[in-house]
Every structure is written in C-alpha cells, then in structure tokens.
C-alpha cells in the first residue's frame, strides 16, 4: 500500500530540498512580487511614490534588491505608456539607491527625451491641423463645428514618423543605458 504523507511532511521534505540557501531565494521571489505589485499600483495611481519607495524600504537583503529591480523593469516598460508615474516611479528607486553611476542623471535625460517628443508631436499635430483646416475653408468649409483631425490626415503617420524619429531613437538610446544603470540589461 502506497504511503500517504500528510501536508506537514510534504512541506518538510520540499524545505529540505532546498538546502542552506532556501531563504534566500524565498526572499528573491517576495521581493520580485512585492516590487512588481508596487510599481502596477504606481502606474494605477493607487500609490504614489513616497508609498512606492516604503514599500521596496520594507524588505532587506536579497528582498530589496529584486523588489528595486522588478519595479524598476516595471516602470521603465510604462515609460511609454504612462511617463509622468513611470519616471517619477523610476526617480524615486534610484534616490533609494537603485542603480549605478548616473541612473539618476538618465533618469533625468529620460524625461526630457520624453517632453521633446511629447512636444514635437503635438507640434505636428497642430501644424496638419492648421493645414487641414485651410484646405476645408478653400473648399468652403467653415464654421465653429469644423475641427480638423490631423490623425485623419493621408500622410499624418508618415510625417509623424519623419518627425519623431530622432526622439525615438534618443529615447531607445538613454533608456538602454538606464536599463544597464539598473542592472536589467
């Protein structure tokens, strides 16, 4: 008859496999779970970044580190989606000692790279409006309920791509050096 182990001994026994090093590890992986759900709050607006930094200040050892790398793989993916929390998320974990070197200065670099190409776009997107609009009134459209949609425009994604591509790829270039700065790359 086969022998039937209770939960204890289970337990026991996958604690034993895991040898001197089993805490450790079991800090690693609460700390890559707790740095990950900290930076997702972040981004939601459910906590702001003192909350964020007391949170990853929570853990220690081997803890500490994964929670500051996890988060900081976290926010540096949002950057495009959602910079303002992403870089402010990022500036916080490195003022709490994530990173090397200059992580704060391209943290910094990372931001203005972003405002410039925040702001090209919506210059562009102004001067086709602009366009746009002119074309309509020589055609003898006009009034206070014409408005002019650049994303619209035949060639908008074109220009928009001739535009913006020096942002982009200052942008990919600090990002990747953050990214080494953090120990992610």
Do not use: C, W
């Not at 992403?86 to 670099?109: K, P, S």
């Not at 102004?126 to 459209?141: K, P, S």
């Amino acid at each position: 008859m086969a022998e039937i182990k209770s939960s204890l001994e289970i337990a026991m026994e996958r604690a034993a496999a895991i040898g001197g090093g089993g805490h450790e590890e079991i800090d690693r992986e609460e700390g890559d779970k707790r740095g990950k759900v900290a930076a997702r709050k972040l981004l939601t607006g459910e906590l702001d970044t003192s909350a964020l930094s007391d949170e990853i200040r929570s853990l220690s050892g081997e803890g500490l580190s994964a929670a500051r790398s996890a988060a900081a793989q976290i926010l540096l993916e949002a950057v495009p989606q959602a910079p303002d929390r992403a870089l402010a998320g990022l500036g916080a974990l490195v003022d709490q000692g994530a990173g090397q070197g200059d992580a704060g200065e391209l943290v910094r670099r990372l931001a203005g790279v972003v405002m410039a190409i925040q702001e090209a776009d919506a210059a562009l997107a102004g001067e086709v409006a602009r366009d746009m609009t002119r074309e309509l009134a020589q055609a003898g459209i006009s009034g206070s309920a014409v408005t002019a949609n650049p994303a619209a425009h035949p060639d908008y994604l074109e220009r928009r791509k001739a535009a913006l591509s020096d942002g982009f790829m200052q942008y990919n270039n600090v990002a990747r050096e953050l990214a080494q700065s953090l120990g992610l790359a």
